[in-house]
């Protein structure tokens, strides 16, 4: 048939492409051929140019993204991986129920792969479906290391789908490129930089509110201390399916999407092999059947649009409507920031409608209504789950266009102003009317074609996990404990390990957990989707579970890479395991992974003014602070000053940090002779070695309140704002305090490491300058 000319075609052209690589050996054993399928990978730097400028990126084979890599169910997969970088890897088989040692989390089952070093990774493929591979060591994953893993059914599978599992099958793989270096990107986003938003477009300052009309809602936002909030924190400058921006005709896939007639399905194997970016997938042709995700199948059902959370698989089925037409098959990040998109046929271009961009003041005032004033979010409970109403769906301009037209028949309708349930139904039925014509995937329309209920003798382990974070220090935890502060969570093989997980933080987070799949329990009951990916939205609860029936440490964690290395981790021990050959001293390894996701991140700024130089420089980890700052004059009239904290964050918003400090200053007298401070205590500010105990406390409209006690006696007490954002670009700041020091700013943000800065100083006086930071 011609679907199978076809599916052999895509074969043979990656056949061809690595036939020294790709060797299929049989081994016959008994009765039975057992046959191990090898693939040798090659690690290497290369230098790509995917947004305009020559950047550092990593090639398997020489590719990016690494080869799609296929299977049988009852192969063995025999994979060997040769690092040719400098630095170690690992190779994670994302889904894969396999021997923990073959797992390829570097200090959990494994040691790295070190530079110039082969390792083979070996195991019988004991499933079918959609998978993925990638690096499991530390930003590699960003910068190439992802690929398509395909597990085929046996034809003789009593699980075997008629015209679902005999289509013609597509590998494709999303991902999304920075030219900036992703430990840079990381440490931006430590730093509570503002560059990504205004690359995006997304800082949502005052003046922006006020345009919007949206001021009171700025200050609500600001009053109860949250920054500027988006649905995705990485700028990116591109989007990648199958490792191009767009389907180009020469990649032999796409060659031969563009064979599918009138009539044609077609199966898109799709897996999301994006860092930190959701995917919205959208058809120009019709309807999307979602017959499968994250490699087990699904009931089929049709849809008009679903959301790929990281690290997630999605099997649909296209249908080509009509001849000679190109149907264009588009991915659409949820901050809708760009796309990227195939198309399926050919002829004249059939485009997808392009989804509007985000109503971000929207958000926000639903935000302002969803947070409490200690910051946590108002718990739903069991009201709001499995992504049924999705919270963030007033920001959709599609959707609540309708909303809005009812809003104003009846102001009830899509307010929120109290989160109180009959609100939040109103709410959901206002949602459920304007979206009726637009069909969205959600996890309650996920069934299994077959049971999936658990022994039911089995002991059950019941745990609860709130997944927690704050976006002003980038700190990402559950139970507001990142992997550092916690030790492995033990199980027992043969229990039923049943986890309650609700998301308290103001971000969704694609959960994954390691060698097994658990239940998604919705309304399907013993028909429950298997996943190994749960992705949780602000405010939801859910239940998952899964028998503990394969031993090893298994991580468990948030795969957006960022939060990921910011330490929103644990890890699942099997009590009693056997030890792992490849891990001699397991404790110290598990310090090292703690270790990995707790790193100190430094930054640094100084203003370069015609007054005085000021600037500070930190380093800092999820609780802890290492900050200098400096007020230096051009002459002993101006003077020099140096403070020093070191403080330790205390909470889950990190608002308290108590700090020992070390001040300095020197200053010749004159301009303002020796002074008293407002508590009538003699100033030292033109001469001053002090020691001090102090704390620091962010107040609403994120005002940093600073109390210090000097070892002479003396007391100071401060209010400081760095960074109000006045318009996209413009930051406003002041600083008072009760030595009867002040200082007001307004700066202007040029670039990443770069601005230009007026401020009045009380001692320095008026100055302008070339602020840089890095
Ligand atoms: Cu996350």
Known sequence: MKFKNIQMKISRNIAVKFIPFVFVLFCAQGLFAQKVVRYDLYVKDTLVNFAGKEKRAIAVNGQIPMPTLTFTEGDTAEIVVHNQLKEGTSLH????????????????????IEPNKTHTYRFPIIQNGTHWYHSHSGLQEQIGMYGSLILLKKKNDP???????????????????????????????????????????TTQSYAEAIRAGHFKTKLNNEWKRMLAMDVSDVYYDKFLINGKNESQVSAPLENALKTFKAGDKVCLRISNGGASSYFWLTYAGGKITVVANDGNDVMPVDVDRLIIGVSETYDVVVTIPAENTAYQFLATPEDRTKSTWLYIGSGVKQLANPL???????????????????GEMVDMGMKMSLQKMDMNSVMYPEINGKAAAMKMDDPNEMEMDNPKEDNMQNAHAGHKMASSDIVTLNYNML??????????????KELRFELTGNMNRYVWSLDNKVLSETDKILIKKG???????????????????????????????????????????PMETDVIEFEANLEGDWFFHCHILYHMMAGMNRVFSYQDQAPNPLLPDKEWAYKQLQKESNALHFMAQNDFATNGNDGEMMFQNTRWSFGTEWRLGYNDMDGYETETHIGRYIGRMQWFMPFIGFDWRYRKLGRNEVDKNLFGQKSTKDSRTQLSLGMAYTLPML????AEVYHDGNVRVQLAREDIPVSKRLRGGFMVNTDKEYMIGLGYIINKNMGVRTHYDSDMGLGFGLSLNY
């Open 703 to 706: 005002v940093v309140a600073q």
């Open 447 to 460: 069934k299994s074609p077959f049971k999936t209920t658990l022994p039911k003798n089995a002991p059950v």
């Open 356 to 374: 509007p961009k985000l109503q971000y003041f929207e958000g926000m005032k639903m935000m302002n209504n969803m947070m409490k004033t200690n």
């Open 159 to 201: 699980k075997f789908r008629k015209g679902i599992d005999d289509l013609p099958a597509v590998p494709v793989i999303l991902s999304e490129w920075t030219n900036y270096n992703p430990e840079n990107v990381h440490r931006l986003l430590h730093n509570a930089s503002d560059w990504f938003a205004i690359k995006k477009g």
């Open 93 to 112: 088989w994302h889904g894969l129920y396999l021997p923990n040692k073959e797992d390829g989390v570097p200090f959990l089952t494994q040691m790295p």
């Open 495 to 537: 229990e039923i390990v049943r986890i309650t997980i609700y998301n308290n933080s103001m971000m969704r987070h694609p959960m994954h957990l390691h060698g097994h799949d658990f239940r998604v329990i919705n309304e399907n009951g013993e028909y429950s989707p298997l996943k190994n990916v749960l992705d949780i939205m």
